[in-house]
């Protein structure tokens, strides 16, 4: 299951980057505000400077370097845990989460923040600009905490133990 999970996220990282490569190098969207694609979806071009929806936004370069560092920690985390991790649903939750904090790292390195593009809207409806790396981020969460409120624990090896000793007492 391990490497199940860190495959998942090697292909979600690589299609961050091939996807963002694609929108900076092919489609030049930093040139222009917005492209309308369908009537619900622009490539916008967002230059991301902060974590989630744009909060802790970090303007200086030893703010930048702080997510970078804060970023790495938490991809840390979640590398450590996947190999902790015994469920399936969680390890590739997990490795969705790793892929895209990994690519949005690179992109803090390279630029100095999040290259986001990706903009839902509806009349005067709009959602937040995002990229491939947020949206594996958070699928990722919404399948742990999924799990999380879902889940039934299991029953531990001590109390079925504990059970088969009262059995055979009783005999």
Do not use: C
């Not at 970090?58 to 015994?86: K, S």
């Amino acid at each position: 299951m391990t490497r199940t999970a860190y495959g998942l996220a090697a292909l979600v990282f690589v299609i961050d980057q091939l996807v963002k490569y694609w929108i900076i190098n092919m489609v030049e969207l930093q040139a222009r505000v917005s492209v309308p694609v369908l009537p619900v979806f622009s490539l916008t071009w967002v230059e991301n400077r902060g974590v989630s929806m744009g909060m802790l936004t970090a303007d200086t370069e030893v703010g930048r370097w702080l997510l970078v560092g804060l970023t790495g920690i938490i991809a840390t985390v979640v590398a450590v845990w996947i190999r902790r991790e015994r469920h399936l649903p969680e390890t590739l939750a997990l490795g969705l989460v790793l892929g895209g904090a990994l690519g949005n790292i690179v992109d803090r390195i390279r630029f100095g923040y999040v290259v986001d593009f990706i903009h839902l809207h509806a009349g005067p409806w709009s959602f937040y600009v995002f990229n491939v790396a947020d949206a594996a981020i958070t699928l990722g969460v919404i399948i742990l905490l999924f799990r999380a409120l879902t889940s039934r624990p299991e029953p531990s090896d001590s109390a079925g133990s504990d059970k088969s000793s009262e059995r055979v007492q009783d005999a």
